[in-house]
């Protein structure tokens, strides 16, 4: 027998771990979707106690079969329903059969108690997305999001990884860790088990300095570095941590807190101290987390949502993820064609035609020769073939 259920109050969430935890080891749901997750977010971050859980649950004699994390957040009176956690997760899904799971939305629909829908981070990948892109025929619409870009593992190994790289990026390395070593010396620490709370305080209290001097945010860090602390330990809990600390001399240069998915390395955080910034700490991370994970038999690092410029160096591949929107109640479409408005004449002013999206080619700046010619092949395509990224298409 197949029920469906919404759960709403803190306490029953709670009593769901044990269940939640069991069936999301067997349906290899990612980390974004981990009770512990969801619960740091509820715990930790200062903004949580401005949403109200609405997790949907289908169960098949009696087990969870399906899950999905949602949750409510009044926006000027009108309520948003979206992912639980969806500003903190790069990819946003359901755990289960997408069957199950398209029963189960169909459920939280009728069910209703919200305005308007704001699902992101949809990768295209999600066991979710069938069940979304279905009802997107109906009142929701699916938008393009973020892109997220990814190394796609050709090689048998990390080293073999290292030696299809230009010769500016080699010698740009080599002389990178050179002169890290001439400062102190050098050493790597990994974490699987556990971060210790003092190195997760140091990386954010790096991170928060480059913030200011780049004018940037990050969500992350805003209410202090409570949250990023609570996500680490919850990757932990699951065993899915997977993190990264270069120093020299006993100090921390830069370190980065990435999680594991089946044979994929997603790299969440990172930070490095700009008083080494003459030795490339960022890229010297991803370089050495990067051939790490090639090693250990990872068949793709994902360097995650967002274009930033560094992404591009090693990146093979990328993915564009969906946003999906609707609106439920007349208070629902009323704001939500508000939102169109505003965002189709932000997109004039900026010059940019609404729905316009620039196309992004196959292969990294480290992989490409001085004419722009790939020094890789992907399978079924020639090397000669594969054109290089282009910053300015991003």
Known sequence: MITHEIVTSPGEFTRLAGDWNEFWQRAHGTVFQTHSWISAWQEADPDARKWRLHIALTRRGGRIAAILPLAIRRYHGVRALEFAAQRFNDYCDGIGPPDLLQGLWS???????????????????AVTRPALASASLSFMTEDEDEISLRLRSVWPNGDAWLRTLNKKKKSNNARGRRMLAELGDV?????????????????????KQWLRETKAESALLDGGPELLIAFAESLAKVDRLYAFVIRCGGEIVAGAINATHGKCVWAYFSAYDPRFQR??????????????????????VDYLRGNETYKFEFATTHARLSRFTGAVTWPGRLALSAVRL??????????????????????????????????IALPGQPASEVPAFSNASA
Do not use: W
């Open 107 to 125: 459920h939280v629909v009728q069910q209703g108690g919200f305005d308007v829908i704001r699902l992101r981070n949809v990768a295209p990948e």
């Open 187 to 207: 050493t790597v620490e990994r974490f699987h088990q556990a971060m210790p709370a003092e190195t997760i305080l140091k990386l954010a209290d790096l991170k």
């Open 279 to 300: 030795v490339s700490p960022g890229i010297l991370l991803m370089t050495e987390y990067t051939q790490c994970a090639l090693d250990e038999g990872f068949k793709e």
């Open 342 to 375: 505003q965002a189709a004449l932000q997109k004039h002013r900026a010059g940019q035609a609404p729905g316009a999206a620039g196309e992004l080619e196959a292969i990294g700046s480290a992989y490409t020769t001085k004419n722009g010619a790939s020094r």
